[in-house]
């Protein structure tokens, strides 16, 4: 019994980042093993971003959002339940298999009422989007720039995750920079769109002091925070250019 207590204890959380390091770190595992868990990732993203375009209410916007967590929460706990049932049924029973189903039903249940959603939302409104995607975007430059940041943002974790060399987690540490990548993601849409050499100069110097004191701090190697400057820069370059 007092085995069993220990074993216990040792997933307990220490730290209130800690737990959230555990999370996140469930939910690369989620993404790197299920494929439909990147479909669904890849979904959820685009339905937000197409979101920003369409005149939502505070309503429509809360079940959207609930909609996406609904087809998360259901697609992990699925994963989850199959990883303990292979865990505690190694061999074929019949039990076992009837848990993996019913899971998977909800799975089902929830990606079905996710297409109903997306129905109600954006198809019936089709017909009444006669502006280009891209002439709002450039119409509106702080879409652009949200948009941007949330891209460096999402990769950055998931290059942490699928690159991952054993050290630092989600939120510190990791084989990418994400300060890095954000700092200079911003640095970078500061000398395009304000073009003054001198404020340039300055954005690129305070993404600098950034990527430095992650080093400073011992949070990251010199390779990663270069990693992730070039890979916020280039990533931003890219979205600019397909939208301007």
């Known amino acids: 019994m007092r085995k069993i207590k220990k074993r216990a204890t040792e997933y307990k959380t220490k730290s209130f980042i800690q737990g959230f390091n555990y999370a996140v770190d ?12 990147r479909v669904h990732l890849l979904a959820g993203v685009f339905a937000i971003l197409l979101s920003l375009f369409f005149d939502f209410t505070r309503m429509e916007f809360m ?25 505690l049924s190694p061999e074929y029973a019949e039990a076992a298999g009837a848990a ?41 430059p702080w879409y652009l720039a949200l948009i941007i940041v949330l891209l460096v943002v999402l990769f950055a974790v998931i290059l942490k995750g699928l690159f991952y060399r054993g050290h630092g987690s989600h939120f510190q ?25 001198l404020i340039t100069f300055l954005a690129y110097f305070l993404a600098f002091l950034v990527a430095e004191s992650r ?27 397909i939208f301007q």
């Open 63 to 87: 079940a959207l959002s609930m909609t996406i967590a609904l087809v998360f929460i259901a697609e992990m706990i699925n994963t989850a339940i199959e990883k303990t049932v292979d865990l």
């Open 26 to 37: 469930g939910i690369v595992k989620a993404f790197r093993s299920e494929f439909n868990m």
């Open 173 to 197: 540490g990791g084989t990418v920079s994400g300060h890095s990548a954000i700092a200079f993601c911003m640095a970078t849409l500061i000398a395009v769109w304000v073009n003054k050499t």
């Open 100 to 140: 993996k189903d019913i899971a998977a039903g909800a799975v089902l249940i929830a990606s079905v009422n996710s297409l109903v959603m997306a129905y109600l939302l954006f198809f019936t409104r089709i017909d009444q989007f006669r502006t280009p995607i891209y002439q709002k975007i450039q119409a509106n």
């Open 215 to 241: 080093v400073e701090g011992k949070i990251h190697y010199i390779s990663e925070v270069i990693i992730g400057g070039i890979f916020g820069t280039l990533l931003t370059l890219l979205i600019l250019a």
